[in-house]
T-cell receptor, first 115, second 112 residues
Framework: GAGVSQSPSNKVTEKGKDVELRCDPI?????LYWYRQSLGQGLEFLIY????????KSGLPSDRFSAERTGGSVSTLTIQRTQQEDSAVYLC?????????????FGPGTRLTVL | AQSVTQPDIHITVSEGASLELRCNYS??????LFWYVQSPGQGLQLLLK??????LVQGIKGFEAEFKRSQSSFNLRKPSVHWSDAAEYFC??????????FGDGTTLTVKP
């Protein structure tokens, strides 16, 4: 597609439920990133995929968070047993660093509300 | 480890006035540096980037930034601010591998 897309745009869930957030990166981009942005806060790095390399999971806040990227394209961020503190906007970005084009292109985000 | 500091959490300027947003970084090699803007309710958009070469880089919407290696800074400037520039601005430092670290952001308010 023309840009990074994310779905759903909004998700309201109950505490303890699992949620899946989807990211479709720009076609051909080898790198994919997930960030979390809490209200009024900066971007918190969660996880980074680059090509076929093992993902950098150093930013995942707990083992309730996981992500996968299938076929080097679409990625799903899964949050198990959601907590109220998980409420935030989850941003996905993609880039093409192997061509020296490290700028990240961001999707519109998924706003997650945990009741 | 790479890190970014944006010392100003919130800046208010009058429309038509000049603007400078500060960014200091820590990185062990020549950094890739970026400024992004996030308008209310919008995603992040790249304003400009520095990879190498001329230390004064021009971006979109009339913004520019200057890389100063001696000061580990990459400050964003605009000579005349417009009301539509009100937004949150993020500085980021990136590795050649692609992973970037973002600052906490500076919120810009523009007074009429």
């Amino acid at each position: 597609g023309a840009g990074v897309s994310q779905s759903p745009s909004n998700k309201v869930t109950e505490k303890g439920k699992d949620v899946e957030l989807r990211c479709d990166p720009i076609s051909g981009h080898t790198a994919l990133y997930w960030y979390r942005q809490s209200l009024g806060q900066g971007l918190e790095f969660l996880i980074y995929f680059q090509g076929n390399s093992a993902p950098d999971k150093s930013g995942l806040p707990s083992d309730r968070f996981s992500a996968e990227r299938t076929g080097g394209s679409v990625s799903t961020l899964t949050i198990q047993r959601t907590q109220q503190e998980d409420s935030a906007v989850y941003l996905c970005a993609s880039s093409f660093p192997s061509m020296g084009k490290n700028e990240q292109f961001f999707g519109p985000g998924t706003r997650l509300t945990v009741l | 480890a790479q890190s970014v500091t944006q010392p100003d959490i919130h800046i208010t300027v009058s429309e038509g006035a000049s603007l400078e947003l500060r960014c200091n970084y820590s990185y062990g090699a020549t950094p890739y540096l970026f400024w992004y803007v996030q308008s209310p309710g919008q995603g992040l958009q790249l304003l400009l980037k520095y990879f190498s070469g001329d230390t004064l880089v021009q971006g979109i919407k009339g913004f520019e930034a200057e890389f100063k290696r001696s000061q580990s800074s990459f400050n964003l400037r605009k000579p005349s601010v417009h009301w539509s520039d009100a937004a949150e601005y993020f500085c980021a430092v990136g590795a050649k591998s692609g992973k970037s670290t973002f600052g906490d952001g500076t919120t810009l308010t523009v007074k009429p």
